[in-house]
Structures are given as structure tokens and as C-alpha cells.
């Protein structure tokens, strides 16, 4: 099995600050790799896709980077808004794998 | 408009069975692959299952923590998307939700395991 290391698993920042989230994976995934934002009871979304690809709609202060073991995510300007759970997955095998989350709340 | 909507999830005693449906609407379901993911109480997301198209033979890959308990199917004529959960353990307790190519989201449907 793939293990995904997320990390930090919280952080707290104000609105306007640049977020840095980053997933290890234990083996190289190519680029197969996805960001996902969830708040609080409701379902995942898709911010990027492929590592890098900024899902249709999704604000483009959201951006993803990375290949291989290391990837990602960056919020460059924090919004009220983006106050959430931010999860990493990869689907290069299975069993698909998340990161263990990254709750981002208001300092 | 892409949509999954989740139902048959309850309340449940160990040892029991559900069977859970994603209806989908919105986009050709026959053709994509789907997948269940769930996630307990105040806890991380897990996936469960997928399932191929048509094309792929309708082939499945499951989570070894459900592997020989939970039945992934679909039925494209419907296009509905199922998952036959048996012998319940507390610790399947979760949201359950359906996923088109980890993109498009169904809401979820809540599992418990209570006796």
C-alpha cells in the first residue's frame, strides 16, 4: 500500500496569509494526485487534479504542485471562505490512499 | 448537471446488512468507473471500493477492510450504483459516499452500527 504523509495536520492562519500543505507518498505516483477541500458536513471538492490542474471553477489562489513522492498544495492569498479540511489523494494504485487531513482555522 | 445522490444508509446491529444506492443523472454513467469512499465520525476519508465499466468487464477493487463483506455493483440500465454491506462491524460506522472518478461527489448516506 501506498502511505500518504500529510502534513501539517492543523494550522491556524489569518485571512490574506499564503498556506503551504504538502503530501509525501512512500513510493513515486507519477503525478497521479488530487487536492480535495471539505467543510464541515458536507462532501469533498476537487481544487486540482493531476497534481497541478486547477479543477473547472475553483478560484485560481488555489494551485498544486509536485511529481513522484512529494507534492503541494497553495493557497496564495487565504479567503474567509477557505477556512476548511484540506485532503490529499492519490489513485496511482490500489488501495487508493488519502492523507489524514489538514484543518486550516482562523488565528 | 453531474449528481449523485446517496440513500439507504441506517441505523443497523452488528452482524446485520444494508444496501446502499447512488443514483446518478447528468452524465453518461455507463461509462465512467465509480467508487465508494467513507469517513467515521470526526475522522479522515477511507476509500472502500471501485468498480470498472462495461469496457473493463465491470472488475472491482475493495479496501482489504471490507474485502469479503461489501459488494460493489452497478446496474447501468438504472444508472444506479450499489454497495451490499454485510456482517457490520461498529467500526464501519461512517458517512458513505459515492464518487465519479474522485471528481463528482454524491452528499452521502450515514451508516450506524449499534446494538
Known amino acids: 500500500d501506498i502511505q500518504m504523509t500529510q502534513s501539517p495536520s492543523s494550522l491556524s492562519a489569518s485571512v490574506g496569509d499564503r498556506v503551504t500543505i504538502t503530501c509525501r507518498t512512500s513510493?513515486?505516483?507519477?503525478?497521479?494526485l488530487g487536492w480535495y477541500q471539505q467543510k464541515p458536513g458536507k462532501a469533498p471538492k476537487r481544487l486540482i487534479y493531476?497534481?497541478?490542474s486547477l479543477q473547472s471553477g475553483v478560484p485560481s489562489r488555489f494551485s498544486g504542485s509536485g511529481s513522484g513522492t512529494e507534492f503541494t498544495l497553495t493557497i496564495s492569498s487565504l479567503q474567509p471562505e477557505d477556512f476548511a479540511t484540506y485532503y490529499c489523494l492519490q489513485h496511482n494504485s490500489y488501495p487508493r490512499t488519502f492523507g489524514q487531513g489538514t484543518k486550516v482555522d482562523i488565528k | 448537471e453531474v449528481q449523485l445522490v446517496e440513500s439507504g444508509g441506517g441505523l443497523v446491529q452488528p452482524g446485520g446488512s444494508l444496501r446502499l444506492s447512488c443514483a446518478a443523472s447528468?452524465?453518461?454513467?455507463?461509462?465512467?468507473?465509480m467508487d465508494w469512499v467513507r469517513q467515521a465520525p470526526g475522522k479522515g476519508l477511507e476509500w472502500v471500493a471501485r468498480?470498472?465499466?462495461?469496457?473493463?468487464?465491470?472488475?472491482?477493487e475493495y479496501a482489504a477492510s471490507v474485502k469479503g463483506r461489501f459488494t460493489i455493483s452497478r446496474d447501468d440500465s438504472k444508472n444506479s450504483l450499489y454497495l451490499q454491506i454485510n456482517s457490520l462491524k461498529t467500526e464501519d460506522t461512517a458517512m458513505y459516499y459515492c464518487?465519479?472518478?474522485?471528481?463528482?461527489w454524491g452528499q452521502g448516506t450515514l451508516v450506524t452500527v449499534s446494538s
Open positions: 464518487t465519479r472518478d474522485y471528481d463528482k
Open positions: 493531476a497534481a497541478s
Open positions: 468498480i470498472r465499466n462495461k469496457a473493463d468487464s465491470y472488475t472491482t
Open positions: 513510493q513515486g505516483i507519477r503525478n497521479d
Open positions: 447528468g452524465f453518461t454513467f455507463s461509462d465512467h468507473y
